[in-house]
């Protein structure tokens, strides 16, 4: 999730920058696709040797993932900013990272798993979906406070 969500975000952000930025961002944003392609890569191996072990681990790195930056001072203010400029926000993590992760893992089936697996399985399914439902909701408030924002003249 990390190296795609590094990458989505560098890409976008090179879309708001000058030329020499852009470039050093397209760098960046080509290593992370790298490593994504790496990690991503070896997370499906871990799925044909333990499909338990690596469903739970994808399920408590979904379930707590945070942006690189977390512990930056005003971090929150400066994500809103991110989301807000159209950046990176849920959406993005939602449809540009997690379900192109899900579906390069095909976890829908994966076999062997064990109880553990199983619930970790459903444990994915309905934080996708909740996750789905608060873009949802974030986007209904983003189209209500842009109706109701007064017109430029």
Not at 73 to 97: M, N
Not at 131 to 148: C, F, H, K, Y
């Amino acid at each position: 999730f990390q190296g795609l969500a590094t990458q989505v975000g560098h890409r976008n952000t090179a879309r708001h920058i000058d030329k020499v930025g852009r470039a050093v961002l397209g760098k960046v944003a080509g290593d992370e696709g790298r490593h994504y392609n790496f990690y991503s890569d070896l997370a499906k191996a871990g799925f044909e040797i333990d499909p338990s072990t690596m469903m739970v681990a994808v399920m408590r790195r979904l379930r707590g993932f945070k942006m690189p930056g977390t512990g930056i001072p005003d971090f929150a203010k400066h994500s809103e900013a991110i989301a807000d400029a159209g950046i990176y926000d849920a959406a993005h993590f939602l449809h540009q990272v997690v379900e192109p992760v899900l579906a390069k893992w095909d976890l829908e089936h994966v076999t062997g798993l064990d109880t553990h697996g199983e619930k970790a399985y459903e444990r994915i399914i309905k934080n996708v979906a909740a996750l789905g439902r608060g873009v949802s909701m974030l986007a209904e408030i983003r189209q209500a406070n842009d109706s109701t924002a007064p017109a430029l003249a």
